[in-house]
């Protein structure tokens, strides 16, 4: 009952930037959190940055001063703004959805950091 789209992956140098953005669409509940999550080769999934509608912000350690995220609860819409990217941020980038009564999960898109 919730689709989400995800856009913005890509390709880019160390030190460069991109922006992430996942669009959530259907039985939306007002109420909710969303967030970004990570996947290298090899690796667990991990998150990297959430938010609540309320605008409560969270990110893991290694992205803290990089990376920010935001939210725009007009449209349902969560954004990951990546700065000063590094190799070591490559991976597989999942948007997600959820309340106390769902879970959602985006495709994922692809980022790629060389050096």
């Known amino acids: 009952q919730v689709q989400l789209v995800e856009s913005g992956g890509g390709l880019v140098q160390a030190g460069g930037s991109l922006r992430l953005s996942c669009a959530a669409s259907g039985s939306i509940f007002s109420i909710n959190t969303m967030g970004w999550y990570r996947q290298a080769p090899g690796k667990q999934r991990n998150v990297v940055a959430a938010?609540?509608?309320?605008?409560?912000?969270n990110y893991v350690d290694s992205v803290k001063g990089r990376f920010t995220i935001s939210r725009d609860n007009a449209t349902n819409t969560v954004y990951l703004q990546m700065n000063s990217l590094k190799p070591e941020d490559t991976a597989v980038y999942y948007c997600r959805y959820y309340t106390s009564r769902d879970d959602y999960w985006g495709q994922g898109t692809q980022v790629t950091v060389s050096s």
């Open positions: 938010i609540t509608s309320g605008g409560s912000t």
